[in-house]
Nanobody, 124 residues
């Protein structure tokens, strides 16, 4: 399974950005998907997750109400729409795939496959 994230870039505080992750190599629709991020000098942290069907989503408190995770199983793609961006959202964003019994999880260990990440920089 290969994951390729894209869509990162430089955006001003208060702006919006959408990052995408295309999955190849296996049937995308069987995987629960997650987005994580790692800011400079910090540990990687959970951002959002979506179940294989798209029926369940889960967000970190820090992004709830600002970020939206979605997926298009026909296009093997998971998205993260980020609104009202803040400088503290600056990080490399990683997508991850796993088959999670609960459907969504903030635990990195539940995810088996990871993409390389895409850099999001929010200027103040």
């Amino acid at each position: 399974v290969q994951l390729q994230a894209s869509g990162g870039g430089l955006v001003q505080a208060g702006g919006s950005l959408r990052v995408s992750c295309v999955v190849s190599g296996r049937t995308f629709s069987i995987y629960d998907m997650g987005w994580f991020r790692q800011a400079p000098g910090k540990e990687r942290e959970f951002v959002a997750a979506i179940s294989y069907s798209g029926g369940s989503t889960y967000y970190a408190d820090s992004v709830k109400g600002r970020f939206t995770i979605s997926r298009n199983n026909a296009e093997n793609t998971v998205y993260l729409r980020m609104n009202s961006l803040k400088p503290e959202d600056t990080a490399v964003y990683y997508c991850a795939a796993g088959q999670i019994g609960a459907g969504t999880s903030d635990d990195e260990k539940q995810y088996d496959y990871w993409g390389r990440g895409t850099l999001v920089t929010v200027s103040s």
